[in-house]
Nanobody
């Protein structure tokens, strides 16, 4: 099961870090790639970033490129999403999920857990 955390109310320009923790299984033992997704109010869920099982391949959608950084910590069985320079349009529920590959195509991700709400507002 995946659990995203780290959300909350953030001022524009803020830099929260989201965490995606796995319980009951290991990202590395299963060679999982991990992706971050978000669903803004009245919009469909979109994939925004992923990291390969080895951590050496990452993808970002254009809207977050240069502002968000994905990383993984094997020892903690956790994947992070460092978010910088947040904008009001980044307001969304953020989720993580797993797949066997990270290729910039987010259609195959599964193992959805509870998301975490990030609200960007002054």
């Amino acid at each position: 099961q995946l659990q995203a955390s780290g959300g909350g109310l953030v001022q524009p320009g803020g830099s929260p870090r989201l965490s995606c923790a796995a319980s009951g299984f290991s990202f590395d033992d299963n060679d999982y790639a991990v992706g971050w997704f978000r669903q803004a109010p009245r919009k469909e869920r979109e994939g925004i970033s992923c990291i390969s099982n080895t951590g050496d391949v990452t993808y970002y959608v254009d809207s977050v490129k240069g502002r968000f950084t994905i990383s993984r910590d094997t020892a903690k069985n956790t994947v992070y999403l460092q978010m910088n320079s947040l904008k009001p349009e980044d307001t969304a529920v953020y989720y993580c999920a797993t797949d066997l590959v990270c290729l910039g195509d987010y259609s195959g991700f599964d193992n959805w857990g509870q998301g975490t709400l990030v609200t960007v507002s002054s």
